[in-house]
């Protein structure tokens, strides 16, 4: 069984919820995915960890007690790190022990994950030089200010930049929570986490993300041209040994190289392009299921309506009902 280990920094003034709610979201999708025989089998290890396991006051007063010291922590995988209550700087003088731990973590290659003025941590650490990221808007002019070397993204909720990613609110944080479960298991499974702790459907983490290089999230630049022609295209009748014709590759290197370079088959990058765009049609347009299912390439409602169940664990129709529970209306 493959396993995934994923720490909580825990810190003094530290905002509970920043840290609850991640770590809650990912124990409901390992209890789920024991449960559910289609999940890919994958156990998360979850601890906390901190300079001290010396019990202290988080900001709202709670009192919280770290599993493990930072000396002891070696092999995490994931680590996401608390935002702040109010100033930052008092707790980041303090933390000296917590960013050249987080500089050996970078090195070794663990994902790192910040909340709000927990970025601030990233920064401090000298490991967002150069690079893209967010924070709380609130903090924009003051973190532009200390940290002039970072490429601050305000119109941003999420950033990537490498294996490192800043959420600007607890959010955008259940967001990216979301996309680091569906990597670790898969879509059916963050939807159903998803939607166990937010009744109204959000917006995919790709629509909120800003990736460093954003044109060229890898390296292979035919890919990147195949990409832009699927989702141009993607209502059209799609035959996979005409498009890997089209750009003057044979069928088998034009699937191996496009699941190098994203992860995934042609059509699932397809199938999901599709699904995308009808969820947008769903929110916003009065198109009927069956308009929307011709605008994205299928002929055959019942086919569509069983991709989108597949892809989200809902119907269309109970996605949009869904969806526009959440709009006001005015008599």
């Known amino acids: 069984m493959s396993e995934t280990r994923i720490t909580f920094v825990l810190s ?19 209890l789920a995915a024991r449960r559910q025989t289609h999940t890919r089998h ?3 290890i979850l601890s906390s960890t901190a300079e001290t396991l010396t019990p202290f006051a988080s900001g709202n007063g709670w009192q919280w007690q770290a599993e493990q010291t930072l000396a002891q922590n070696h092999d995490s995988d994931i680590i996401y790190l608390p935002a702040l209550w109010r100033n930052p700087r008092p707790t980041l003088q303090r933390s000296q022990a917590l960013l050249d731990w987080l500089q050996a973590q970078h090195a070794r290659g663990a994902t790192l994950c910040a909340v709000s003025t927990g970025v601030c941590f990233l920064a ?18 003051q973190f532009e200010r200390d940290y002039p070397q970072v490429a601050l993204k305000r119109q941003h909720f999420i950033t990537q930049a490498g294996n490192i990613y800043c959420a600007a609110s607890v959010n955008s944080l259940a967001d990216l929570t979301v996309h680091f479960i569906q990597k670790l298991f898969d879509s059916t499974l963050a939807t159903h986490v998803e939607r166990h702790f937010s009744h109204e459907i959000r917006r995919p983490y790709e629509s909120l993300a800003f990736y460093d290089n954003l044109d060229h999230p890898h390296p292979d630049e035919l890919i990147v041209q195949v990409q832009s022609w699927l989702r141009e295209h993607y209502a059209r009748i799609i035959n996979i040994g005409e498009l890997a014709q089209r750009f003057g590759m044979s069928t088998r290197t034009f699937n191996r190289r496009f699941k190098e370079a994203t992860g995934c088959a042609p059509l699932e990058y397809l199938r999901q392009v599709r699904i995308n765009t009808a969820q947008d049609l769903l929110r916003s347009s009065n198109y009927s299921i069956t308009e929307i299912a011709a605008q994205v390439g299928y002929a055959d409602t019942a086919y569509f309506t069983e991709r989108f169940k597949q892809q989200l664990d809902i119907t269309p129709s109970d996605y949009r009902a869904t969806v526009r529970a959440k709009l006001f209306h005015t008599d």
């Open 12 to 30: 003094e003034n530290m905002m509970a919820t920043g840290t609850a709610l991640p770590m809650e979201m990912l124990r409901t999708a390992a």
């Open 42 to 44: 994958h156990r998360l």
């Open 124 to 141: 401090e650490a000298g490991l967002l030089d150069g690079k893209a990221a967010t924070t709380h808007w609130h903090y924009f002019d």
